[in-house]
């Protein structure tokens, strides 16, 4: 029924629901477009694998970005707790100078 009603929507109003489209904006974007009465304003099926085939590779490269920031974050905490680590055997190495 939920189905039904957000595909009548759809024709009725030539837009997607509010929750799908924050879920799903690049999808909203082509099914819209897929909808419109004018047949120029819709894509080939061409250029919805091309915009697909775009889209992946953001994505792709948005997740290797993140995974590197991670990793990068990851080693710079290491390398803080290792400098406290030196810090504090330099310390003790001077107290026992003295």
């Not at 997740?63 to 290792?82: A, C």
Request: glycine letters at 0%; charged letters at 35%; aromatic letters at 8%.
């Amino acid at each position: 029924m939920e189905r039904y009603c957000s595909l009548s929507d759809l024709r009725a109003h030539m837009k997607v629901e509010d929750q799908f489209s924050e879920y799903y904006p690049f999808e909203t974007n082509i099914i819209e477009q897929l909808v419109s009465i004018e047949n120029d304003k819709r894509p080939s099926v061409k250029q919805i694998l091309m915009m697909y085939a775009k889209e992946i590779q953001q994505r792709i490269k948005k997740q290797q970005n993140n995974k590197k920031q991670m990793i990068i974050e990851q080693l710079q905490e290491k390398l803080r707790d290792k400098d406290k680590r030196i810090q504090q055997l330099e310390f003790e190495l001077e107290k026992n100078k003295t």
